[in-house]
């Protein structure tokens, strides 16, 4: 078997693992194909994903699920104003031994876990924000002296609402720029919603199985990372990237007039990494241009800062991304 | 492609302008000028298009697109562009991955030839282009109008005045160059006669043939006039060639040629021939005047050398003192004249050696053969006879020619005159011809003919007739007595235009019969021609008698002959004298002409 064999037979098996576990979270959830995609993108990509919609759409659920079906340890903050730093991290406290002994034991807050649900992000101070914020980024929390690094692979999904923004604490873009995707989660369909009440009203409660195992998780992370991007393709995210800016080359009219500033290189990394999971989602061994156009949107939308005159103007940052796309040619020249 | 319409464009838009304007070619070259700058347009636009950096794998990823492939088949040429080595085993999968989908591929579809937009205008501008060009636009140039012939007119008078002198000169002449000269003079007032010729062409004639002339003429007669009598003054101090010195420097050459050719026969004849003292004498004269005219030479260079030298000399005492005064400034002006002049004599005498080189070596032949064989010095004398024959031929021929150039400036001068007098003059001049030769008007049916409707007829002629150029210069008023009318004039003035009335020859008794009647008359008797001189009784008539008659009569017959050849010498002297002022030179020989004496 060749090196080439081989290579095929990961993609085919990553697929059929991805099958696998779409049909699992498939028996939970309804419909949300792409923020399921998206979710999954993250996870395969090491990062983390921040979760918009209205409450009830199956936020938590997805997260709960998708934990399930992964077999992973998960687990759920909820934030609130009163939310303390510690509350997340965990916090050392005196323990009293069997002999009668005390000792200073840090005990792990709920960050701890494989995939870790933050809810409602926004409604926690930012100082609670930051410690999270901290703990995605580096994958390791520091207390006091000691330094706890937060076991493989380590997820986090944050949810906000965007409709009830009195008493919150709206992310920095500083720390949105974390976010590897931000997803918007739709309002199901009306088969959807059939679906969802047929099966949350009735004494029919379907249970979520692990189909994967943490190790193979893991090889699929890596595998993502071998899934090779040709130049043109990579060019084309950068020049994506560049439109976001209303200093861009190519950057359109619409950006000119309504962005204040672009998505950062983060952007083209999780263009690149999404559209990496995206080819080997449909088997393919390399990343496309569509792959990237099909991950801008999550990858940029809470990347581009609009300014005054596009938040006047009603402009959405998915409104400028969708035209940069439709604008921006495959080759230039 | 996208720029071809712009050129054509701009040929159509130039084509039509030209076309309607109907511009010439140098009017036409502007535009074409400026047309340069669309066709650079075009070429730089096709330049650029040809040259321009191209992204890469633009046709792989428009077939990617067409058979949405996305990007399998770009991705793996962009690998298998990589190195092997640096290939991961996704990029080969991705490459064989690749080389699967392209047996798929259809280019013709994906990438499809499009025909440009710009085609069907670039076609629609081309086939305008080829219809304009193809329009012929016709221009109206004004053809010149055709050159009007205006004969010369002269009139009849003139004409055979002029015939005249070329047949005196004919007759007189025997040199080729001279009897060609005349031929052509001849052949001009012929010309002229016959209407044939307009007053430039006259003119261009006149100046070719007066041209010829003089370059045909001797310039050197001076120089040859002085060498002879040069050639006199030796000759003089022998008593033996002193009548030949004497004719020579009267430039009496045939009498030269005859008295060197009595002196030949004279030393030929042993009889009379002269004694040794009169040999010596005529040796040393004739040694003497073979070397004239190089002794001239000679002397003139020795002179010219000495002031030559002395010029130097003061050029360079002024070069050192320049503020010396205003003495050696004068002298040099002096010198340089003087120089000047010597110049000019030494050219006069090298030229004069040069024509007498023959006659000086034949007599200087002369006198060496003197010494030894009197015979042979008279055969060398006959030589030298010969030469100044030749130089007598010579110089007869030039006075013809100069007879017949100043007879050119005549003519020239007289048509001058008569371009200026115009019509009138011309038909006032042919009346006068008719009545100086005693004819009336309608003696020839010609005067009258000429006199358009005979509205001045009888009238005209009345009181004295003037001739001159009719524009307020000089005239000459000639006489008419009142009295004085021929039937001519009458005539002219009863019947005008009657150019078909048939002239005085024609009448009754006065002409000839062309076929004779009978044999000629055939005299068998001797006969003796008897003379009978009659004496002249100084009684005859008188000059102002003769000149009456002519006025009456016309210019004929014998006395008036006599009288005016009397009177037209008194005037060539004057001529010659200058007593006559050179603008009125003219007039007189005119008056002359006019009033020559008529066959």
Redesign the interface.
């Known amino acids: 078997m060749t090196d080439a064999d081989q290579a095929r037979e990961e993609v085919s098996d990553f697929q059929k693992r991805i099958g696998a576990l779409r049909e699992e979270i498939g028996r939970i959830i309804v419909g949300q194909r792409d923020v399921i995609d998206g979710v999954l993108s993250c996870v395969l990509g090491s990062s983390h994903a921040l979760l918009e919609g209205v409450p009830g759409l199956g936020k938590t659920m997805l997260v709960r699920t998708l934990a399930g079906a992964l077999g992973l340890e998960f687990s759920r903050i909820q934030f609130t104003p009163d939310l303390m730093p510690a509350d997340i991290i965990g916090t050392v406290v005196l323990d009293e031994g069997a002999t009668g002994a005390r000792t200073l034991e840090f005990r792990r807050g709920p960050i701890f876990a494989n995939i870790v649900l933050a809810d409602e992000v926004n409604r926690a101070t930012p100082k609670t924000q930051s410690a999270l914020l901290e703990a995605m980024q580096e994958h390791r929390v520091t207390v006091g002296r000691t330094t706890h690094v937060i076991e493989e692979p380590y997820f986090v999904l944050a949810t906000q609402n965007p409709l009830e923004m009195e008493g919150t604490y709206p992310l920095p873009e500083a720390q949105l720029d974390r976010f590897f995707f931000k997803l918007e989660v739709p309002f199901p369909t009306r088969d959807e919603l059939h679906a969802i009440i047929d099966r949350t009203t009735t004494d029919k409660h379907a249970v979520v199985s692990p189909v994967l195992s943490r190790n193979q998780i893991l090889e699929m992370q890596a595998l993502v990372r071998r899934v090779p991007v040709a130049r043109h393709v990579q060019d084309y995210a950068i020049r994506v990237l560049q439109a976001t800016h209303p200093t861009g080359e190519e950057a359109p009219e619409l950006v000119k007039r309504f962005v204040r500033t672009g998505a950062s290189p983060r952007g083209a990394q999780a263009m690149l990494l999404g559209a990496k999971v995206r080819a080997l989602f449909d088997g393919r061994f390399a990343a496309s241009i569509e792959d990237v156009k099909t991950t801008a949107l999550s990858a940029l939308r809470h990347r581009v800062l609009l300014s005054f005159e596009g938040e006047a103007e009603g402009v959405v940052s998915d409104r400028v991304i969708a035209e940069i796309l439709k604008k921006l040619p495959a080759s230039k020249g | 492609m996208l720029l071809l319409p712009v050129p054509l464009g701009y040929a159509v838009a130039a084509l039509t302008v030209i076309k309607a304007l109907r511009l010439s070619i140098s009017s036409q070259r502007p535009l074409w000028l400026i047309g340069l700058v669309p066709l650079a347009v075009f070429v730089v636009g096709v330049g650029r298009a040809l040259f321009?950096?191209?992204?890469?794998?633009?046709a792989s990823?428009a077939l990617?697109?067409f058979h949405g492939l996305?990007?399998?088949v770009?991705?793996a040429l962009?690998?298998s562009a990589l190195p092997e080595a640096e290939r991961?085993?996704?990029?080969?999968?991705?490459i064989?991955?690749g080389v699967a989908l392209a047996r798929q591929l259809d280019p013709r579809r994906a990438v499809p030839i499009r025909v440009p937009r710009e085609t069907l205008l670039a076609v629609l501008l081309t086939a305008g282009l080829c219809l304009l060009s193809v329009l012929e636009v016709r221009h109206e140039r004004p053809l010149p109008p055709p050159p009007s012939f205006e004969p010369m007119v002269m009139s009849a008078d003139d004409i055979e005045l002029f015939r005249d002198v070329a047949k005196e000169l004919q007759a007189k002449n025997d040199d080729p160059n001279a009897l060609i000269a005349v031929r052509r003079f001849n052949q001009l007032v012929e010309d002229i006669a016959e209407h044939r010729l307009d007053r430039h062409e006259v003119f261009q004639r006149m100046g070719d043939l007066e041209r010829d002339l003089k370059d045909n003429l001797d310039l050197d007669q001076d120089a040859r006039d002085e060498g002879l009598k040069g050639l006199a003054r030796e000759l003089e101090k022998s008593g033996l060639t002193k009548p030949a010195a004497a004719a020579l420097d009267e430039k009496r050459l045939a009498d030269a040629e005859k008295a060197l050719r009595e002196l030949a026969e004279k030393l030929k004849r042993k009889d009379a021939k002269p004694n040794a003292a009169e040999l010596e004498k005529l040796r040393q004269a004739l040694e003497k005047a073979s070397k004239t005219n190089e002794e001239r030479s000679k002397n003139i260079e020795e002179r010219r050398r000495e002031l030559e030298e002395e010029h130097k000399s003061l050029l360079k005492k002024k070069g050192e003192k320049p503020d010396a005064g205003a003495s050696p400034d004068s002298k040099l002006a002096e010198n340089e004249r003087k120089l000047e002049h010597l110049d000019r004599e030494r050219s006069r005498a090298e030229r004069s050696q040069k024509q007498m080189s023959e006659l000086d070596k034949q007599l200087a032949q002369a006198a060496r053969d003197l010494m030894k064989d009197a015979g042979q010095s008279a055969e060398d004398l006959q030589q030298g006879a010969q030469d100044i024959n030749r130089m007598a031929k010579q110089e007869a021929s030039e006075e013809q020619k100069k007879e017949l150039l100043r007879k050119l400036q005549e003519m020239r001068e007289l048509m001058r005159q008569q371009g200026k007098g115009g019509k009138d003059q011309m038909q006032r001049l042919q009346r006068f011809g008719q009545r100086a030769r005693g004819q009336g008007g309608s003696g020839e049916g010609h005067g009258a003919g000429e006199e358009p409707g005979g509205k001045s007829g009888g009238q005209k002629q009345d009181g004295p007739l003037r001739l001159g150029n009719g524009s307020g210069g000089p005239s000459v008023e000639i006489p008419v007595p009142q009295t004085v009318r021929g039937e001519g004039q009458q005539a002219a003035g009863d019947k005008p235009g009657s150019g078909t009335e048939p002239g005085a020859g024609k009448r009754a008794g006065t002409g000839h019969d062309p076929n004779l009647a009978g044999a000629a008359t055939d005299l068998k008797g001797k006969t003796v021609d008897v003379t009978a001189a009659g004496a002249d009784t100084g009684q005859g008539t008188a000059s102002s008698q003769v000149i009456y008659g002519a006025a009456e009569r016309g210019f004929v017959g014998r006395g008036y002959k006599q009288v005016f050849t009397d009177y037209q010498t008194v005037a060539e002297q004057a001529l010659s004298q200058d007593e006559i002022p050179s603008g009125y030179r003219f007039y007189v020989r005119r008056y002359f002409q006019l009033i020559r004496p008529r066959d």
Do not use: G, N
């Not at chain 2, 321009?52 to 633009?58: D, L, Q, S, T, V």
């Not at chain 2, 991961?88 to 991705?94: C, G, R, S």
């Open positions: 321009r950096e191209r992204p890469a794998w633009r990823l990617d697109e996305q990007d399998r770009t991705t962009t690998f991961t085993p996704l990029m080969q999968a991705a064989e991955d």
